[in-house]
């Protein structure tokens, strides 16, 4: 009898699946399998697995965990996705080896005190607010242009553009539009998808998909 397949080698076959139809080699895409808010035990089976890139939204969360996980597996990439505040800026620079929200000036401002400060390049996505909705944060689409130059000229890597469109409308036309703004700006990167439309963004051009509950499960409530 064959061996159920693990929720990692579906995500990864689904990858395979969805590069095929967009003519796409799966190697220009990058899993990464988003262990927000669960625990070390959890997190195990996948790198046991092999899966070397995840992702974290929050700094001090990551600094409890990471550590230790990372001294026992050194290749693991950590990605910052959630949103960054000015004052944790060296932290973030200290812990990730990427960082996905990087979206204004004040931040651009931080990043690279702290770049320098600490000796080390950290590249990063500017995170572009393509559903025009504050909360989830993004650089405002007209404000990108002089965002993007003045992480150049501050001289921190740009790794390409990151969206999280609106929940509750078809994720497509986001996706389609936050690969038009790389190709405009000359980036490679998009980091664009998550469970529920990873396949979706990358027959649209996604080179990193950042997804959680379908590898991991739910996510439980906060208490
Ligand atoms: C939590 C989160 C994800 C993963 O979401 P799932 O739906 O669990 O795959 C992806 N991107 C960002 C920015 C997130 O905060």
């Known amino acids: 009898m064959e061996k159920a397949e693990t929720p990692l080698q579906k995500v990864q076959a689904n990858i395979v699946k969805a590069c095929k139809i967009a003519h796409r080699e799966p190697s220009e895409v990058t899993l990464i399998a988003v262990s927000k808010t669960h625990p070390a035990e959890a997190i195990e089976p996948l790198l046991r697995e092999g899966q070397r890139h995840f992702g974290e939204n929050r700094v001090q969360e990551a600094q409890g965990k990471w550590p230790a996980l990372r001294e026992a597996h050194p290749s693991v990439q950590l990605h910052l996705i959630g949103q960054l505040q000015s004052n944790k800026a060296e932290d973030a620079v200290a ?84 690969d038009k703004l790389a190709r405009d700006h000359g980036l490679d990167g998009r980091s664009m998808g998550m469970s529920g439309d990873y396949e979706t963004a990358i027959r649209l051009g996604a080179t990193h998909v950042r997804v959680g509950t379908a590898l991991f499960g739910e996510r439980g409530k906060p208490a």
């Open 95 to 178: 812990l990730f080896d990427v960082i996905h929200s990087l979206d204004r000036p004040s931040l651009v401002k931080a990043l690279a005190k702290a770049m320098d400060k600490l000796g080390k390049r950290v590249p990063c996505f500017v995170q572009v607010d393509v559903g025009e909705e504050d909360q989830k944060g993004g650089c405002p689409v007209a404000e990108l242009p002089a965002l993007l130059e003045q992480a150049q000229g501050a001289d921190i890597p740009v790794a390409g553009l990151m969206c999280i469109p609106p929940f509750d409308i078809e994720p497509a036309p986001f996706f389609a539009f936050l």
